[in-house]
Nanobody, 127 residues
Framework: QLQLVESGGGLVQPGGSLRLSCTAT????????LGWFRQAPGKEREGVAC????????NYADSVKGRFTISRDNAKNTFYLQTNSLKPEDTAKYYC????????????????????WGQGTQVTVSS
């Protein structure tokens, strides 16, 4: 039984930081590419970050480059999205996702590339 569970969301002031976590049960994350997505009400889902199976390649949406960092800790079966310098426009529900691709060295920030999704955690950036 595969399950991805996000945590770490909350209410934060502009300029603040949050670390979002995604923990997997039912499989080891070692052999999968991983991603973070977000969706605000009335807006399309946006891929914000991804990391390759090896961890050697990452991609970020232009809107978050330089502010967000994706990382993985295979020993903890968890991966993270560190969000810094948060802006009100970052407000969204954030989802973690896993791809069963066998491609070893790349990842994509396209939603249809991913096969399993968490339930989401809300990030609200407001004064």
């Amino acid at each position: 039984q595969l399950q991805l569970v996000e945590s770490g969301g909350g209410l934060v002031q502009p300029g603040g930081s949050l670390r979002l976590s995604c923990t997997a049960t039912g499989l080891s994350l070692n052999n999968y590419a991983l991603g973070w997505f977000r969706q605000a009400p009335g807006k399309e889902r946006e891929g914000v970050a991804c990391i390759s199976i090896s961890g050697g390649s990452t991609n970020y949406a232009d809107s978050v480059k330089g502010r967000f960092t994706i990382s993985r800790d295979n020993a903890k079966n968890t991966f993270y999205l560190q969000t810094n310098s948060l802006k009100p426009e970052d407000t969204a529900k954030y989802y973690c996702a896993l791809s069963i691709t066998t491609v070893q060295t790349i990842c994509r920030t396209m939603g249809n590339w991913y096969d399993y999704w968490g339930q989401g955690t809300q990030v609200t950036v407001s004064s």
